[in-house]
């Protein structure tokens, strides 16, 4: 694991996405075994998954970062680890369009099930959804 804010109170570390299964358990043994948050990130040229982690008893944070490329956007899922990863993740899929492998449930939580779009990517263009009043 790389070290990316080592002055930081709340540590940061990038990954490559084969390390996360085994960073996260590792966090959850080491105490910080609240999944507070998963959030993305359009890099324009790939998606940064962003990963938040606290410990109540050390009152502290680890941040960890992977990237995943525009044309391969599959990670392993957290869900079997964290419960809370569950819907984090299937937001995550639906605004971003990462599929997270080996989840139970992956299915859009916000935007209809029909769309093939993700609201949060650069490339994203607004589906014909507002139909215009008749003049």
């Known amino acids: ?3 990316v804010a080592a002055d930081s109170p ?7 996405r084969e390390a996360l299964p085994e960073t996260a358990r590792r ?3 080491e105490g910080f075994d609240n999944l507070h948050c998963i ?3 359009d890099k324009k040229d790939d ?3 962003i990963y938040t982690f606290y410990s109540m008893d050390k009152h502290a944070c680890v941040t ?10 599959n990670i392993e899922s957290l869900a079997n680890l964290r419960r809370s990863a569950d819907w984090l993740e ?6 971003f369009g990462v599929k997270f492998l080996n989840h139970p449930n992956l299915k859009r939580i916000l935007n209809p099930d029909d769309w093939d779009v993700h ?3 650069k490339d994203f263009s607004s589906p014909d959804l507002i139909k215009k009043p008749k003049s």
């Open 90 to 95: 299937r937001e995550v899929y639906d605004l």
């Open 39 to 41: 959030t993305a990130v």
């Open 1 to 3: 694991m790389k070290n």
């Open 119 to 121: 609201p949060l990517r």
């Open 47 to 49: 998606i940064e998954l």
């Open 10 to 16: 709340e540590k940061q570390i990038e990954i490559p």
């Open 27 to 29: 966090l959850v043994s």
């Open 64 to 73: 960890v970062k992977t990237r995943l490329p525009l044309d391969d956007l």
